[in-house]
């Protein structure tokens, strides 16, 4: 049986600094997450001889991850893209320099504060206008981009605020990778270059450790948003579902239509079984991503029959080797 050996591949600001780090890498860990969180990238690095110098924040590091030789794994290296150091720890003893960063895509610019309104449009429209102004490409989902947009409002929000808010209403998320806002309904995981997620088989024998929760669900019966009547200049009600006991959003909107949506939204992840599984790979797979749809098998017949999204994953490459830890939640 030929050995289990990881690899990695680490440039900083595009000199390659895999050889200078092998001998001294304690641990390198990505933990890519959905949405509208940056991913993070942690290494720590062995000083006990003093003479590791320390980055500086803002330095860009691109990571590739993956197997150089092994049994039962894909030999190769996957790219998990570029990240901005944001900071660096020095401990001791002994010695060790922890560096973090988190994902380049992430620029300071999405969590300015914007005034911003958009009359007659669609959602589609305005994705493609915040990705443009933040210097992404947009891939907003046919379904999505082609909704009407009567009137919204961006007052003193960030870009991503007001895309999570966009969301909610709509049931999607937004995400950043490579150069591309993404922005779909939840558990129609895309790529940057807008190919499908493929779908994920899981077998127990795969991991070392699992933990399955189930938690009670939230009761919505109805769910009730309101928005403001331009017309009778007066704030009305829309309720989906049963008006006794109906969950009440907090937020205004500026239609009926748009109030409807984010009622209808916010009652299907209502409905949606609050149940999570968490995995610990044996093998680590650089190919996962979160928002990839999976299924699972030899567990209990319960937890076997969710269909389930990946929500989180974390890649860790150290001494003992190369593991992926899995964050999975039930899909739509």
């Known amino acids: 049986m030929i050995s289990n050996i990881p690899d990695y591949r680490v440039t900083l600001d ?31 690095l062995d000083d006990a001889d003093g003479r590791l110098a320390l980055p500086k924040a803002g ?20 790219d998990k893209g570029s990240f901005v150091v944001d900071e660096i720890e020095h401990s001791g003893p002994p010695d060790a320099v922890t560096i973090r960063a988190r994902s380049a895509d992430f620029t300071s610019d999405l969590r300015t504060r914007r005034e911003k309104s958009w009359h007659d449009t669609t959602v589609g429209a305005v994705v493609t206008e915040v990705a443009g102004r933040n210097g992404l490409s947009a891939r907003c989902a046919p379904a999505l981009a082609s909704i009407a947009v009567k009137t919204l409002a ?61 938690e009670k669900r939230e009761e919505a019966d109805g ?57 610990a790979l044996a093998l680590g797979r650089a190919d996962l991503y979160p928002e990839q749809k999976a299924s699972v098998s030899g567990f209990k017949a319960e937890i076997d029959a969710v269909a389930w999204l990946v929500s989180e994953v974390t890649h860790t490459v150290n001494d003992r080797g190369f593991v992926t830890g899995l964050k999975l939640e039930n899909a739509p």
């Not at 993956?66 to 039962?72: A, F, I, M």
């Not at 007052?155 to 909610?168: I, K, Q």
């Open 154 to 214: 961006q007052s003193r929000e960030s870009d991503m605020a007001l895309l999570r808010r966009l969301g909610r209403e709509h049931d999607a998320v937004a995400t950043i990778k490579r150069g591309a806002l993404i922005f779909a309904p939840v558990g129609s995981g895309q790529t940057a270059s807008g190919a499908a997620l493929p779908s994920l088989s899981l077998r127990r024998r795969d991991g070392d450790r699992h933990s399955y929760r189930i």
């Open 14 to 44: 595009g000199k390659d600094l895999t050889a200078r780090f092998r001998p001294r890498l304690l641990s390198l860990s990505i933990t890519e997450k959905r949405g509208d969180e940056a991913d993070q990238l942690d290494i720590a």
């Open 59 to 78: 330095a860009v590091l691109h990571i590739q991850i993956g197997w150089k030789q092994g049994s039962g794994v894909k030999v190769g290296l996957v």
């Open 223 to 279: 769910v009730t948003a309101s928005y403001h009547d331009r017309d009778e200049a007066a704030r009305k009600d829309v309720t989906v579902g049963k008006t006794a006991g109906a969950k009440k959003l907090s937020h205004v909107y500026a239609t009926k239509a748009s109030a409807e949506r984010a009622a209808k939204s916010t009652m299907k992840r209502a409905k949606r079984q609050p149940v999570s599984l968490t995995l």
